[in-house]
């Protein structure tokens, strides 16, 4: 069974600290996806990233940042310098490789950014 | 140009009621999902269809019934709605080769039932 664990119900930093958000999962496929998603105070879904299970590179994206470890079944998200704005839920997925089967989505880590 | 719409935005209703949310892509997918999002976050699939065939139904009441006229549209009719069914409910579309199950939201439909 697939399962995402995002330990962290809910966090505060002072504007301009960074921040990084766990992510564990659960699979037994060999080939899968995981994704981020941040939802903002107004409710709307907003893709991040998607990280295909072949590619253990870090990626990074302005002050985002993500850490793929296979060995640990962990895909975390760093926020470097954080801002207001960034103040949301975020939320880990996960899914198989077939086109159209489903995303398991994590709890939800819901972010404060403090000014 | 809106990606996924869903209408309508909000919806009150009394409890016993039957209401329905439809659902558009535009964006050429196959694959159309619905989505239920609780008072906690907690974001949960009740269904899938891909080309107008139901794929994913999970453990969902049978009071809920969707409905793929075409691979564009996914509508969610709820009859005898209770309390318990309060929740934003999410549309979202997925199928492009080059996005790989990125799941494309709609902006979320808040059900209150009374």
């Known amino acids: 069974a697939q399962k995402v664990t995002q330990a962290q119900t809910e966090i505060s930093v002072v504007e301009k600290e960074d921040v990084t958000l766990d992510c564990v999962y659960e699979t037994r496929d060999t080939t899968y996806y995981l994704f981020w998603y941040k939802q903002p105070p107004s409710g709307e879904l907003v893709f991040l990233i998607r990280r295909n299970s072949f590619d253990e590179q870090n990626e990074i994206s302005g002050r985002y940042s993500w850490n793929f470890q296979k060995s640990t079944s962990s895909f975390n998200f760093t926020i470097t310098a954080s801002q207001v704005v960034d103040s949301a839920v975020y939320f880990c997925a996960l899914s198989k490789q077939t086109s159209y089967d489903k995303v398991i989505f994590g709890p939800g880590t819901s972010l404060s950014v403090i000014p | 140009d809106t990606a996924v719409s869903q209408t309508p935005k909000y919806l009150v209703t009394q409890m016993g009621n039957d209401k329905s949310i439809k659902c558009e892509q535009n964006?050429?997918?196959?694959?159309m999902y619905w989505y239920k999002q609780d008072s906690k976050k907690f974001l949960k699939i009740m269904f899938s269809?891909?080309?107008?065939?139901?794929?994913i139904n999970e453990t969902v009441p049978n009071r809920f019934s969707p409905k793929s006229p075409d691979k564009a549209h996914l509508n969610l009719h709820i009859n005898s709605l209770e309390l318990g069914d309060s929740a934003v409910y999410f549309c979202a579309s997925s199928g492009g080769w080059d996005t790989y199950n990125e799941q494309f939201f709609g902006p979320g439909t808040r059900l209150t039932v009374l």
């Open positions: 964006l050429g997918h196959d694959t």
């Open positions: 269809y891909n080309n107008k065939e139901l794929i």
